[in-house]
T-cell receptor, first 113, second 116 residues
Framework: QKEVEQDPGPLSVPEGAIVSLNCTYSNSAFQYFMWYRQYSRKGPELLMYTYSSGNKEDGRFTAQVDKSSKYISLFIRDSQPSDSATYLCAILAGGTSYGKLTFGQGTILTVHP | GAVVSQHPSRVICKSGTSVKIECRSLDFQATTMFWYRQFPKKSLMLMATSNEGSKATYEQGVEKDKFLINHASLTLSTLTVTSAHPEDSSFYIC????????????FGPGTRLTVT
């Protein structure tokens, strides 16, 4: 079993739809959760960073963490064609001085006009 | 957000030669930098962790003599691919972690290496 599982998709939605991206993890030591967006042939861009259970909102993006279920989600409201990219969840174990991230496989999202 | 740059963005080299890739944190000091490799349509694979002023820590299966990492300052880490072969062709990405104790990692734009 992989430490972080993420449905690779691909996911295709119409413009304006609400997108839900999810990851599950197995290691209860994981404490810090990040979502990255990666456009083709570019480096990942940090979208959201959370460390507690609950919701965190930033514009059209909401990150949700449920530590009891070891489940994290990223919601995108009013999706736009410019949101088309690969979305990666990344998780960090607490107390790790080197900050090694464990990534999900990435979900390919296409938002069509 | 914090900015990390990489140079060059693309490089083509002949088999047997060495290639150096630079990773710079532009607006913050990074005590720790990470080097990743990414294959097409795959997630990032951590190669090594680079700490300023000390030897890099390599992940299992990564040849430290082939992938030389130097982190000489708080804003610069370099990855040198020595005696490159076509199978080393890949997308190499660095990330930097702020020295202020934050857990966020900021990624560079990546370097596309092609070995002919």
């Amino acid at each position: 079993q992989k430490e972080v599982e993420q449905d690779p998709g691909p996911l295709s939605v119409p413009e304006g739809a609400i997108v839900s991206l999810n990851c599950t993890y197995s290691n209860s030591a994981f404490q810090y959760f990040m979502w990255y967006r990666q456009y083709s042939r570019k480096g990942p861009e940090l979208l959201m960073y959370t460390y507690s259970s609950g919701n965190k909102e930033d514009g059209r993006f909401t990150a949700q963490v449920d530590k009891s279920s070891k489940y994290i989600s990223l919601f995108i409201r009013d999706s736009q064609p410019s949101d088309s990219a690969t979305y990666l969840c990344a998780i960090l174990a607490g107390g790790t001085s080197y900050g090694k991230l464990t990534f999900g496989q990435g979900t390919i999202l296409t938002v069509h006009p | 957000g914090a900015v990390v740059s990489q140079h060059p963005s693309r490089v083509i080299c002949k088999s047997g030669t060495s290639v150096k890739i630079e990773c710079r944190s532009l607006d913050f000091q990074a005590t720790t930098m990470f080097w990743y490799r990414q294959f097409p349509k795959k997630s990032l694979m951590l190669m090594a962790t680079s700490n300023e002023g000390s030897k890099a820590t390599y992940e299992q299966g990564v040849e430290k003599d082939k992938f030389l990492i130097n982190h000489a300052s708080l804003t610069l880490s370099t990855l040198t691919v020595t005696s490159a072969h076509p199978e080393d062709s890949s997308f190499y990405i660095c990330s930097a972690r702020s020295g202020t104790g934050g857990n966020e990692q900021y990624f560079g734009p990546g370097t596309r290496l092609t070995v002919t």
